[in-house]
């Protein structure tokens, strides 16, 4: 993905911040509980997080009372996050491009990007990560992968709806089985700022109707990149096929964290 091509695409998703905050999931108990454990988080523990969206990886952390700095791209995902973590004093949302962003001191306890680390750019994310810690303080990275399983049938027989109208598609494309994803810690180990790497990995299923299933490609970046014709004939081509197949599928997620912790 070129510079420009990751600045516009990052861009879409507070287009419509409600939307995302009602169809994009949280994060499995157990990747939070684990995020907790590993990054020996506690209350009052100062935590940075890069792009929180509305704010669904944000609200755990905010309940097991950490002291969170969160930094937003989008000023309508931040006003949601804000909404949902009003209750908590000890959270500050702040609207900014994070590569731009001025480094407060002293140093955080744990850096945190949730499903947002991709969209930085991959010539800063890792040395400003590593510079916005304490000695010894952690870098968590979670990715969320769509891999095989669920409603097998539709996502393979879907390809066809998208070879159609979105010409990008490789044809043939297969979801990935979860033990063929590789645990993509490279950055980390090329880095030569943290520690040893820890991955844990979590799969989990959600079911969609085709209404939901909608709103929810329509919070990808991909797809509001699309012109408005192709979108609309790939979403009647995919709302078919969902009630060809009940009216209701179930999408199988695999939820990555990667967390290690800065040796200087």
């Known amino acids: 993905m070129t510079d420009a091509d990751r600045q516009r695409l990052r861009a879409t998703f507070t287009e419509d911040a409600e939307l995302y905050a009602r169809r994009r999931s949280g994060y499995p108990a157990a990747t939070m509980h684990d995020l907790a454990a590993l990054g020996a988080l506690r209350p009052g523990s100062r935590v940075l997080e890069i792009g929180c969206g509305a704010g669904q990886a944000t609200l755990p ?18 006003a949601v996050a804000r909404d949902r973590l009003a209750g908590f004093d000890n959270t500050e949302v702040v609207v900014a ?10 140093g955080f306890d744990l850096v945190l990007a949730a499903t947002s680390f991709h969209w930085i ?22 990715s969320t992968h769509h891999v095989a399983g669920g409603t097998n049938t539709f996502f393979v027989d879907v390809q066809a709806c998208y070879e159609c109208f979105d010409p990008t598609t490789p044809p043939g494309l297969r979801l990935q089985r979860p033990e063929d994803i590789p645990a993509d810690i490279v950055e980390f180990e090329e880095s030569g700022r943290f520690g040893p790497v820890t991955v844990r990995r979590y ?62």
């Open 97 to 106: 491009n994070f590569e731009d962003w001025p480094l407060p001191r002293p």
């Open 61 to 78: 952390l905010a309940r097991l009372g950490c002291k969170i700095t969160a930094v937003e791209l989008g000023p309508e995902l931040a």
């Open 121 to 142: 750019d991959p010539a800063i994310r890792m040395k400003k990560s590593a510079d916005a810690l304490r000695p010894n303080g952690a870098l968590a990275v979670i």
């Open 203 to 264: 799969q989990w299923e959600m079911a969609y109707t085709a209404g939901e299933y909608l709103e929810l490609l329509s919070t990808y970046s991909g797809h509001r990149a699309m012109t408005a014709q192709s979108r609309k004939g790939l979403f009647a081509c995919i709302k078919r096929l969902i009630d060809d197949h009940g009216g209701t599928i179930v999408k199988r997620y695999m939820t990555q964290l990667a967390i290690a912790h800065r040796l200087r």
